[in-house]
């Protein structure tokens, strides 16, 4: 113990500085456990997601026999909203992308639940909306009740002179807003 005693650190001694360090740690400890603490549990309650409802529509729809300079129809397809509980008064929009219809001298897109009740929640009024080239390029309505629309979607227009072929992009969205 004596030879511990009488070493040296950078001219101080090793015993004075090990008491030291023992008394810094003693004392910390002894500090930290009067310090007040507490503990605090956090619960949170995490909603369930929206449910808006969907919307089914085909992703392509190929129109044949196109003629250039001729008009043209397709009633054929259908577009399908169903409101979910919380999608009750959101909007429903279409529009159309005109940039892509140049080769079209008119063109419009309907969708339209038509006066059967079937197409449409119970006691919901008949829904149409349109979209027409150079004059509405969106429409929208509020769906006020929860339930499935059908729509049928009705396409018409005159085919330009250059005969090509022509992609139309119709966007149909259910949002906050008109």
Known sequence: MKKFLKKRWHSAPLGIITAVLVACLLAGGAFAAVLPQAAQNITQTIDPAPEYGSITADNFITLDNVVAGEEFSDTTHTVTVVVGPDGKDKWLHLELIEAT????????????????????????????????????????????FEGTYTFTESILGTAGSTADTAIVRVLITLEDTE
């Open 101 to 144: 219809v140049d080769l079209y001298d008119d063109y419009s897109v309907t969708l339209n639940t038509g006066i059967l009740a079937a197409n449409r929640p119970a006691g919901s009024p008949p829904v149409s909306l349109m979209v027409k080239k150079g004059l509405i390029l969106e429409s929208s309505v509020q769906l006020t």
